[in-house]
């Protein structure tokens, strides 16, 4: 019987599958540790991560191909499918699938070609978000006070700038310096231009009144940090006004359409900047003379419409002739008028003179006048005086008719005690009272001795506090 059983190997190692791909891993590595492929990104993708996963093709093959968030921030273009590029990294395997890829270290359009495609997809993307509209763009100063110049500051674009500027009319110049092309410039240029925007009027550092972004001429890939996005927006969102010099005449970037003012050459950036001081001091010179000019025609017209406006004046005697002689008439009328005044005012003058006596007989009649007053004053005294001797001598017979005296004379008499004080009642008298009794001619004096023999005492009336007699009437 035949044994067709294969024969057992002799000294081939045996590998696990961990080790074979580690092996292949290790090999790959070595041998392709630094390589450039050329080919179309496709099926591109960014991951949360950071990372970034894509594939390179070409009409025959496909490599994978992943990019690490380190270096995705750092890449000088944005992967996108269809975009052909050129990766440089190294090569390695991934055992996970038994697949190889790169790892990108840098990555670049491949040909001028390429670039234009982006360029232009690019354009087209930021013209329909309309930063390229020419209504937002603003007009330039005629005289700005101070110019920013965002470029290098060791190349020579800063010097034509600064000599043209000399040349028309020296302005005060602030230089943001940044790289103008490499992979850091475009987030340099944008800086710039925001930096000069957030610049407050009045500070330590003046406010720029216009940029100028500028840069000497190169290939599409040395302008290419002037194509960028982060750039682009920069200088639509500037709100100062902003002239872009990048490159030479044939030269276009995208910051050309979002800038308010296109320049082919930086020198003629600087002409746009600022006028010809020269100029506009001949300017100024011609528009005095022509103010001169135009003065002395105006004064000189005026002067010939005067003199014949003059001529169709009338003379200034026939003006003044009639109210010359009206004034003439008016002043002879006042002369007679005031004559005739005066001769009225003498006449009545000389009539109330003949009215008027002379002093001495208007002394003498005053006089006359005066004695008659006093003699009728004299006699009105005298009368008056009787008059009054008469009252009075009748108020004295009045007084004298109700004097105590006249009832002395009837025969009565008062009795007055030491005091002289007039006693009235028996009962305020004692035995042996000293008194005074007074008669109508004199007084004799007197002393109380008793009451009278065979007469009753007297009864004391109701108001002296005894009883009241029944028989006596009452005044009340």
Known sequence: ??????????????????????????????????????????????????????????ENAVLDAVCWRGVAGRLSIAPEDGLEVIATGRLT???????????????????EGALLKLLEERRKKLAAEGLFDEARK?????????????????????????????????????????????E????????????????????AVPRPDLLIVARGGGSLEDLWAFNEEIVVRAAASSEIPLISAVGHETDTTLIDFAADRRAPTPTAAAEMAVPVRAELQASLLAFQQRMVRATS???????????????????????????????????????????????EKRHRTVALAAKLKEPRA??????????T???????GVRRSSREEQAQLERLGDLLESVSFKRVLQRGYAVVRDAAGKPVILAAATAPGQAVSIEFSDDSVGAVISGKPPGRAPKKTSGREGGKRDEKQGSLL
Do not use: C
């Open 1 to 58: 019987m035949t044994d067709f059983s294969p024969e057992t190997t002799g000294n081939v190692a045996e590998f696990t599958v961990t080790e074979l791909s580690q092996a292949l891993k290790r090999m790959v590595e070595d041998q392709f540790s630094w390589v450039r492929v050329r080919g179309e990104v496709s099926g591109f993708k960014r991951a949360a991560s950071g990372h970034l996963y894509m594939a390179l093709k070409d």
């Open 93 to 111: 395997t991934y055992p996970g699938r038994s697949k190889y890829q790169i790892v990108i270290e840098s990555l670049e359009l491949a040909g």
């Open 138 to 182: 603003k007009a330039l100063p005629f005289l700005p006070e101070v110019i920013g110049v965002v470029t290098s500051p060791t190349g020579a674009v800063i010097r034509d700038i600064l000599h043209r500027l000399a040349d028309r009319f020296p302005r005060h110049v602030l230089l943001w310096p940044v790289l103008v092309q490499g």
């Open 184 to 203: 850091a410039a475009a987030e340099q240029l944008a800086a710039a231009i925001a930096g000069f925007n957030a610049l407050q009027p009045g500070g």
């Open 297 to 343: 025609r105006l004064v000189e017209e005026r002067r010939v419409r005067i003199a014949g406006l003059v001529r169709g004046l009338p003379r200034r005697d026939s003006i003044l002739a009639l109210p010359a002689q009206r004034l003439d008439a008016a002043a002879e009328r006042l002369a007679d008028r005031t004559r005739a005044m005066l001769t």
């Open 362 to 371: 208007l002394v003498a009649e005053l006089a006359a006048r005066i004695a």
């Open 373 to 379: 007053g006093w003699r009728l004053m004299h006699l």
